[in-house]
């Protein structure tokens, strides 16, 4: 059974930095692009951030752009998203995804191209 977990969230004060992981198993992540989501309560669920199955693709949400970094490891079956200078308005529940697509070098970050979700893991950012 395919599954993705992500760990690594937690409560932060605004202004620090967390590091989401999202594991894969059952499957290998190599020839999925990735895709990081966030709900906040109340809200749609927003693409964040992606990466290509190559790795040479990314994409950024505007408000995130120059504060996360998405990476994968191939070799781990995981990928990362390091989150600096966390602000509250970040405060959400994060998800990783899984998406094939004919390209090695395409990722996008809309909710419905994605096949594979994670549960999801808490990133609170308060003072």
């Known amino acids: 059974q395919l599954q993705l977990v992500e760990s690594g969230g937690g409560v932060v004060q605004p202004g620090g930095s967390l590091r989401l992981s999202c594991a894969a198993s059952?499957?290998?992540?190599?020839?999925?692009?990735i895709g990081w989501f966030r709900q906040a309560p109340g809200k749609e669920r927003e693409g964040v951030s992606c990466i290509s199955y190559s790795g040479g693709s990314t994409n950024y949400e505007d408000s995130v752009k120059g504060r996360f970094t998405i990476s994968r490891d191939n070799a781990k079956n995981t990928v990362y998203l390091q989150m600096n200078s966390l602000k509250p308005e970040d405060t959400a529940v994060y998800y990783c995804?899984?998406?094939?697509?004919?390209?090695?070098?395409?990722?996008?970050?809309?909710?419905?191209?994605?096949?594979?979700w994670g549960q999801g893991t808490q990133v609170t950012v308060s003072s």
């Open positions: 995804a899984a998406a094939r697509w004919g390209s090695s070098w395409y990722c996008d970050r809309v909710v419905m191209n994605y096949n594979y």
């Open positions: 059952g499957f290998t992540l190599n020839g999925y692009a």
